[in-house]
């Protein structure tokens, strides 16, 4: 069997971690695969980049220039949303026509378009799609918030400052609804929530939708010793450390107000844990978080090594992600991997990642009493117990050889 998985980007965001993930998990499984992308990162062979040379950037900035004038010329959700009105056909090359399943992920931002995916719906290929977030089975959005109209018929977004061209939404909607009417496709959500989501959309009716996990490396990605980690990055051994990840901090659904909302909590009903407890920031914002969070704050540049990322999530004590919409993060998979419980809000996939109060906290959504009641339970409750729960969860749910059979399985079927 040959697959080919399509994604937009080798290595950056974390549907391109996912697809290069499980691009390795089916190879040791036996199967023939490789990865075609837009934007190529690094040298290695199974990955085939999309060759349009200067033409590749200008189809990124045509489709978010579209999107900027039907916005009425506003900035605003500028990259919520995806139109999906240029891209490149990739049904002649050779690695597409040698392939007998065709693995679509995250093909956003100018790579294929609606006329591309056409394209390869028509060629005759098993087509299995990865939904990553919701956009294959609504109009235009990625994620919808409290929006339910794809269940019907997208229109009118609530994301769109009204449209200069009619009604965007629904127009791309539609035009989903006929070139999905063509096909046979199965849909697989990374998380049993999107899964569902994804089953009362009117897109995806007559097709099937399973769900399957994003796989990891539990041979990198594993449990090892506390203080030699905290010496790599030279943290200190007597305090406890919350580890926080701050790219894009300033987008709402990343939640960093309610965590800010609930350190000031912690702050101010137990100042002994306050003064015990440091904050890990990691990424490029650090100086912003320290402006507002009543912790002690220890910066981290971003760490592009998985070895090195390895280290600090078994550096530290607690992982929290106050992300207010997601669907199965890679770094609570990474972070319970190495061994380390975590914190998060009850939305999304994370509820079927942390066990609540059995490696983590799984905390109300929004209610950020409840989060820093998550996070002063985890530092109180024994970390040995709470690490080894982690890690047995990653072993018998998201292992590379579980998740390989599970997409095997529907690649044959």
Known sequence: MRVLIVNTSERVGGAAIAANRLMEALKK??????????????????????RNGWMQPLKFVWERLCIFIANNFSRKNLFQVDIANTGTDITQLTEFQR???????????????????SHIFQSGKRVVITLHDQWYFTGICHYSGDCQ???????????????????????????????????SLTFVGCSQWMADLAKTSRL?????VVSIPNAINTERFLPMDKAEARRAFRLPQDKQLLLFGCQRITDERKGFTLLVEALQLIKKTHPD??????????????????????FDIIPVNYVSDPQRMVMLY?????????????NLPNTIMEALACGTPCVGFKVGGIPEMIDHKKNGYVA????????????????ATDHPTLSRQARNKVMTTYSENAVARKYIDVYEN
Not at 99 to 117: C, E, K, P, T, Y
Not at 156 to 180: H, T
Not at 314 to 326: C, G, I, R
Not at 364 to 379: H, M, P
Request: net charge neutral; charged share 20%; with cysteine.
């Open 149 to 183: 109209k794809y269940t019907s018929l997208c229109h009118d977004c609530p994301l769109m400052n009204g449209s200069l061209w009619g009604d965007l939404a629904k127009r791309v909607f539609l035009q989903k609804e006929k070139i999905y009417g063509t096909a």
């Open 29 to 50: 499984n036996g199967v023939k695969v490789k990865m075609l992308v837009r934007d190529k990162q690094t040298d290695r062979l199974t990955v085939l980049p999309v």
């Open 204 to 208: 995806t009716q007559g097709h099937k």
């Open 364 to 379: 109300t959504y929004k209610d950020a009493q409840d989060f820093a009641d998550g996070i002063l339970w985890t530092l």
């Open 273 to 294: 844990v306050a003064q015990a407890t440091e904050v890990v920031v990691v990424g490029g914002q650090a100086e912003y978080v320290r402006k507002q969070v009543p």
């Open 99 to 117: 392939a007998d399943v065709i693995h679509l992920h995250w093909i956003n931002q100018g790579f294929l378009s609606l006329s591309d995916i």
């Open 314 to 326: 078994n550096a530290v004590d607690v992982y929290v992600t106050p992300s207010l919409q997601d």
